[in-house]
C-alpha cells in the first residue's frame, strides 16, 4: 500500500473517505446490561466523536452529542430525567431528538429553547448490543440481519473490550488464518484453549485442534456482495481437506468457526469499531444456535477466552503477563489467552502501523482483499456517491462460518453454499 491508500484506511473521523463509510451503516457501541433505566449517563467516543447515551427511566435509548451547546460542559455529569437529559452546570435539559426543552437559569421572558438543538444519534438495542447510526442516512434503515443478534431463543455470549492501536490492524488479525497455528499453539493439548486449565464449549476445540495439527494453510479469496470470503485449507493425508471458510461483513465484521461437535454447531465473530484512529471497542460474540449457552458454558467461555478480573488484564507495562516458563512446552508463547495474544501483537505494531515496509505472501490473501474492497468502496462513496456494500441489504448478513472436510480438489464455494446460508434464526 502506499501512503495515500495508509490514510485512506485508517482515518474515520466525519469527513474522511473511510469515516464516511463508517457512518452509512449501523455499528455496535455498547452492551446492553451498561445502561440501566434512569441510571447513569454513560460517555463513549466512537468514530473520534464523543457523545453520551442512556436508558431513560421509562427504558428508552437517547444518544447524544457529548457537549452541552450552552457553554461546552460534558452531559454525562448530568442527570437523566423523564424525557430527556439535564446538563449540571445551568440545568438545560434536551429531549431524545437532541431539541433543548427547558433552560431553568434563564428568566421566562428570555428563554429561546426552540432555537437550540444538540445533535442526536439514531439508536436502536437488539440482542444485547446498542447500535448507533452515526451518519445522516434515513434513521429509519433496518439493522444488517446478523443471526447471532437476532436469535432470542439461544442468545449469543457477549465480551466488550478495547485495543489501544487503528482498527484496520485490529480486526487484520481476525482475518489472519495462518498465525493460529504459530502465535496460539498448544504443545500439551492441541484441542485447548491458551489458557492452561481452561477448557471451552461448542465446536472451538475441534477446530484449534485440527487448525494446530495441519499447520501452514492454503488460502483462497473471492468477493462476495456484503464484502469477502475465504477458505483457509489445509491437506489431510487420507485425500480430504479440512476447510475453515470464513467471511468479512462490510464495514467491519469477522466470523470463525462452524466445525461441529456432537451435531452441534457454534460460531464466534467480532465486530471493529473505531474509538478513534488509534483505539478500537471490540464486541466478541459467542452463538450456538441449536441450544442456549448455560451458565456453566458462558462462565468456561469467559475463562478460556477472558481469564482475568475487570480492568485487571495484563498490558504492555508488564509485558501482557507473559510467563517464559509455559514455553517450549506447553505453549509456543506464554501469554495467556487467545484475544490476550491478538492485542499484544497488534498494539505492538504502533498505535497505527506503519505498513510501508510489509512483505505479504499468499497467506496474506484475505487481509489483501479486503484492503481492497475496504479502499475502492470509500473511494467510490466519496467519489461517486455510490452506497457501499450491505449498508441498505440487511439480508446479505444471513451468513454463517463453515468448518468442513472435503475431498481434494472440490470446488469450496458451491459446496459450502447450503452450510453458509442456511440459518436457523428462531422467533
Not at 446478523?146 to 489501544?164: F, G, K, Q, Y
Not at 487420507?238 to 456432537?262: I, K, Q, W
Not at 471490540?282 to 444456535?289: A, I, T
Not at 477466552?305 to 503477563?321: I, N, Q
Amino acid at each position: 500500500m502506499n501512503r495515500e491508500d495508509q490514510e485512506v484506511l485508517t482515518r474515520t473521523s466525519a469527513g474522511t473517505p473511510m469515516g464516511d463509510l463508517l457512518r452509512r451503516y449501523w455499528l455496535p457501541v455498547q452492551l446492553s446490561t451498561q445502561l440501566q433505566p434512569g441510571g447513569p449517563i454513560c460517555r463513549l467516543r466512537r468514530l473520534g466523536e464523543d457523545l453520551v447515551i442512556a436508558r431513560a427511566p421509562d427504558g428508552s435509548l437517547i444518544a447524544l452529542a457529548a457537549r452541552c451547546p450552552h457553554r461546552g460542559a460534558s452531559l454525562d455529569l448530568g442527570h437523566n430525567e423523564a424525557g430527556g437529559l439535564r446538563c449540571i452546570y445551568h440545568g438545560w435539559k434536551f429531549d431524545p431528538r437532541g431539541q433543548c426543552v427547558e433552560m431553568p437559569n434563564e428568566p421566562d421572558e428570555n428563554r429561546f429553547c426552540a432555537r437550540v438543538k444538540t445533535r442526536a444519534y439514531a439508536c436502536r438495542e437488539r440482542g444485547g448490543v446498542v447500535w448507533l447510526h452515526m451518519g445522516a442516512v434515513d434513521e429509519e434503515s433496518p439493522l444488517p440481519d446478523l443471526e447471532w443478534n437476532l436469535d432470542t431463543r439461544c442468545p449469543a455470549h457477549l465480551h466488550a473490550s478495547v485495543r489501544a492501536c487503528n482498527w484496520l490492524q485490529a480486526m487484520e488479525g481476525d482475518l489472519d488464518s495462518s498465525h493460529i497455528g504459530v502465535l496460539h499453539a498448544r504443545f500439551d493439548d492441541p484441542g485447548a484453549p491458551t489458557v492452561p486449565g481452561a477448557a471451552m464449549p461448542g465446536s472451538w476445540a475441534i477446530g484449534m485442534q485440527m487448525v494446530r495439527k495441519l499447520g501452514a494453510p492454503h488460502i483462497d479469496v473471492v468477493d462476495t456482495a456484503y464484502g469477502a470470503l475465504y477458505t483457509a485449507r489445509r491437506p489431510l493425508e487420507d485425500g480430504n481437506d479440512y476447510h475453515r471458510v470464513h467471511p468479512f461483513l462490510f464495514p467491519c465484521h469477522t466470523m470463525l468457526g462452524g466445525a461441529g461437535e456432537s451435531g452441534q454447531l457454534s460460531f464466534n465473530g467480532k465486530c471493529w469499531v473505531p474509538i478513534d484512529d488509534t483505539h478500537t471497542w471490540m464486541l466478541d460474540w459467542h452463538y450456538r444456535p441449536e441450544t442456549p449457552w448455560t451458565e456453566a458454558e458462558r462462565g468456561a467461555i469467559e475463562l478460556a477466552r477472558y481469564p482475568f478480573p475487570a480492568g485487571a488484564e495484563p498490558g504492555p507495562e508488564d509485558d501482557y503477563g507473559r510467563d517464559r516458563s509455559l514455553e517450549g512446552t506447553r505453549m509456543f508463547w506464554g501469554v495467556v489467552s487467545n484475544p490476550l495474544q491478538d492485542r499484544a501483537v497488534e498494539e505492538s505494531m504502533g498505535a497505527i502501523a506503519n505498513r510501508d515496509d510489509e512483505h505479504l505472501g499468499p497467506a496474506d490473501a484475505m487481509i489483501i482483499r479486503v484492503r481492497k474492497r475496504l479502499l475502492a468502496a470509500a473511494r467510490a462513496l466519496r467519489d461517486d456517491g455510490v452506497p457501499p456494500p450491505g449498508a441498505d441489504a440487511p439480508r446479505l448478513y444471513r451468513v454463517r462460518p463453515v468448518g468442513v472436510l472435503l475431498p481434494r480438489g472440490t470446488d469450496w464455494v458451491r459446496e459450502t453454499r447450503a452450510a453458509r446460508d442456511a440459518w436457523s434464526l428462531q422467533s
